[in-house]
């Protein structure tokens, strides 16, 4: 209801908030965090005054990363259950290691009574009709002075309605209604219909548009392969690379990372489609799998590439998504696994080719540890 211009009314109707942080680093099992919030809690609330709302959460992390997620505090089950749904949302897993309880936070709000709703007397028509232009064509909308419209009144577009020192457009499937504090709400009524189907003629424009797209997608990935590591190498070193290949295996997009992981990854994807359709063993939505042997798309065994199926609908892949990361070591008969005097492949590590490192969303430590062992 108020004017839409800058002005000192929506700082006076602000709530009253007061925001008390901690950092603790502790497991969650460890109940210092909950003294620490009572603390808090009890400071925010002498900011703001009685009566305030209290909202606790607390930044959860793997023991082993620095990447942090809030939850609200609950009993430790609930907490790590709904930090484990984020973190599978977030970053397409989970992990048994502990949980840590980096920070806690209160924020108490301390709520201001509204503005008195100001008495109207609505109109049933337009102070006149004028020619706009909207959705590609020109209306004859009617135009509505905005102190003229009580609550509960209905502005369906194509329509104006104007005050002194602004105006706002409702445009055709649209409608405006006037709530009870005078406040103007926009409502979509009608989808705009559905265009003609594009052709396929490539559009150089359209192309560089998606290819935006596929490589934003690939540089998200990368992303989130970073925020979630623990190892040095991939999380400061920025020693990986990310991207996106079709069900053939051939490359849709990759992110601007390494050019020699990205030059010979697609080999890996299309080596996993050949070798599990001969043999029969197929795919499975929430499996991944990891290759390093230089004979199969490898670089150096260090850099060990997941590739991972996706699929929409159908019992094959639609696409592929695959990362390639540097490792500090995988087991050669030197530290880092590049030993100048090897002679053969297996003096420099343990080869992966094709090994089933995520099956059905969950990753087999035991085995991937037992594998580096051997």
Known sequence: RQRSSVSGTPIALADRRAVRQRTMGVPLTDERWRAALADLATEACNEVGTGAAIEETATLRYARTDQGIDVAIADPATMAAAFAAAHRERFGFVSDDALVVERVQIEAVLATAPLAATTVVAIDRAAEEVEVAMAGRVHHAPLH???????????????????????????????????????????????????????????????????????????????????????????????????????????????????????????????????????????????????????????????????????????????????RGHHADVGGTSPGSMPADSRTLADEGVVLDDVLVVAEGRLREAELRALFAS
Do not use: K
């Not at 559009?203 to 979630?228: T, W, Y």
């Not at 053939?248 to 992110?255: E, P, S, T, V």
């Not at 065994?301 to 996706?310: A, E, F, M, R, S």
């Open 145 to 323: 002075r905005r102190d003229a419209l009580g609550p509960g009144a209905q502005v369906a577009g194509p329509a104006l309605i104007v005050d002194d020192i602004s105006t706002v457009a409702v445009e055709p499937g649209w409608s405006a209604s006037v709530l009870d504090d005078g406040t103007l709400r926009l409502t979509r009524t009608a989808r705009p219909a559905a265009g003609a189907r594009a052709d396929t003629a490539v559009d150089p424009v359209r192309l560089a548009i998606f290819a935006g797209l596929f490589m934003g997608l690939a540089e998200e990935m990368g992303s989130a392969l970073q925020r979630s590591a623990a190892s040095v190498n991939i999380r400061e070193r920025l020693d990986f690379s990310c991207a996106i290949f079709d069900a053939g295996g051939h490359l849709i997009a990759n992110a601007p990372h390494i050019p020699v992981h990205l030059g010979s990854m697609g080999d890996c994807v299309r080596h996993l489609i050949a070798s599990r359709s001969a043999d029969g063993r197929g795919m499975r939505p929430g499996d991944a799998y990891a290759l390093n042997d230089p004979y199969r798309g490898g670089t150096h065994l260090p850099d060990i590439t997941v590739v991972q199926p996706v699929f929409a609908g159908s019992d094959t892949p639609a696409f592929f998504v695959a990362a």
